[in-house]
């Protein structure tokens, strides 16, 4: 039936473009912004996922300094280690040396007394930021230096627990005092009685620069997962909002020829009441 009081027609020819009107300007906005997913009206349930794991990214960034700053802590202790398993081997060549008779030993210990002095040195020095993980203490009262490596997500929202690198002090100021517990070379027998202690010296100095190697590589490992990590992640939320550029682009001009058409439509439909009078002419 038709009637000059309701036009059927053109209500649904307006309700068709009123819908291309939004879904034209829902396409330029996602590609003027690159998001597809903006905002939790767009999608409420991706949104909901994308912001839980870009807070994991933050956080995993932030981890990733953390490391960097625990390498260096590291790298600056073992630097320092392996130096000091160094002046020990040259002590050592000392003390062999005074095993001889016809050396001047005295001569010797004050050799061996100017490299204990460096390794002392070495030990204060070796700090980073005010660790130093050659002494008893790191900083004057903990014995161990926990580094963040990762945060661990139980399920989506789910409960988030943090998992360390633990290093421990190596306590070469004690465990390598060569000053007090050395002994003093002042013939055959002293010497011989210093090339049993010295060896003890150096193995428990290449035991701690082995475990500062050990954890340097340990870091190293985890920071170039932790990269990683972030790399695939920023993908994914990437996958799950951003505008595809080629799909979106298909998409504007198909919209921009289907809103030609619903205009035409709809200029059609509001004719039609004008048909209706010719009827009676």
């Known amino acids: 039936m038709s009637s000059i009081l309701t036009n059927n027609g053109a209500m649904v020819a307006l309700q068709t ?29 991706v949104w909901a996922i994308s912001k839980t794991m870009e807070s994991d990214i933050a956080s995993f960034e932030a981890i990733e300094e953390g490391l960097a700053m625990g390498d260096a802590t590291v790298a600056v202790a073992s630097a320092g280690a392996e130096q000091i398993v160094e002046k020990l081997v040259e002590i050592k060549e000392l003390i062999v040396s005074a095993q001889a008779e016809n050396v001047d030993h005295d001569k010797i210990q004050t050799d ?18 005010g660790a130093n993980l050659l002494t008893t203490t790191i900083d004057g009262t903990s014995t161990e230096m926990g580094i963040l490596a990762s945060l661990d997500r139980v399920g989506a929202g789910g ?11 190596q306590g070469f100021d004690s465990s390598l005092d060569l000053a007090s517990d050395l002994t003093s070379i002042s013939d055959t027998d002293t010497a ?3 090339l049993e202690e010295i ?37 994914g939320v990437s996958t799950m909002t951003d505008t595809n550029m080629e799909e979106s682009s298909a998409r504007l001009s198909a919209l921009q020829t289907q809103q030609e058409l619903a205009v035409q439509s709809l200029g ?5 009441p004008q048909r209706l009078l010719q009827l009676f002419n």
């Open 17 to 45: 473009l009123q819908s291309v009107n939004q879904n034209l300007t829902d396409t330029q906005n996602a590609i003027s912004t690159g998001k597809e997913i903006e905002t939790a009206k767009d999608n409420a349930a």
């Open 192 to 194: 011989a009685s210093a």
């Open 268 to 272: 059609i439909a509001n004719e039609a």
């Open 112 to 129: 061996i007394d100017s490299k204990v002095d460096q390794i002392e040195s070495i030990i204060s020095a070796a700090q980073f930021n």
């Open 199 to 235: 060896e003890a010296f150096l193995q428990t100095a290449i035991s701690g620069a082995a475990a500062l190697g050990a954890a340097s590589a340990r870091i190293d490992d985890q920071a170039m997962f932790v990269a990683n990590l972030v790399d695939s992640m920023t993908l």
């Open 159 to 169: 409960t988030v627990t943090s998992t360390d690198i633990t290093i421990s002090a």
